[in-house]
């Protein structure tokens, strides 16, 4: 075998094993649909949530990922904000999605808003899957156990990602805010 066949056959196989990389996945992107799984739960297990399906089925819609239920600037500042925020009512559908499971979501849910009466909707990623679909997981081992969402917002129209918003320390509240994303009430 020459040297110039062994070459190519060598350029060959590194070049092969090139398309197979593992690289990191970008964040979602503007442009981009959302992930479509069934993985979301709302309420209780059984109950599947796809909001690739929902996105597609409205006009307009905001997703706002949360690192963990009940704590202190989820329940307080990030989600109350856009309860109250005059302009989340132009959303067709508003959804909050952490990293829990569908009861701890149904129970938040029930503490921010009683009534119901704002439409929001609390889904559990139990498994992290689609938190790592969107490619916004972090490893909160030191303060929640284990993976969790980095907190950010996105705003969705004709199911096509609009806006997104990830806070650069994953779980701060300098650009997820409801009056970052929407401006001023």
Known sequence: MSFRTSALRLAARTS?????????????????????????????????????????????????GVPAAFS???????????IQHPKTKDYDAVAVVSVNDAFVMK??????????????????DPTGKYTKALDLAFDGSAIFGGDRSKRYTLL?????????????????????LAENVLGKP
């Open 72 to 82: 202190p600037a989820c329940s307080a500042q990030h989600i109350p904000g856009f």
């Open 156 to 176: 969705v129209e004709n199911g096509k990602v609009t806006s997104v918003n990830v806070e650069p320390d994953s779980t701060g509240t300098s650009v997820s």
């Open 107 to 124: 129970a938040w849910g029930e503490a921010l808003d009683p009534a119901g009466d704002f439409g929001i909707r609390f889904l559990a």
């Open 16 to 64: 092969a094993r090139r398309t197979f990389h593992t690289s990191r996945p970008a964040f979602i992107k503007v442009g981009d649909p959302l992930p479509d799984l069934d993985v979301l739960q709302e309420n209780s297990p059984g109950n599947k949530v796809n909001l690739a399906d929902l996105a597609s089925s409205v006009n307009n819609m905001i997703v706002i």
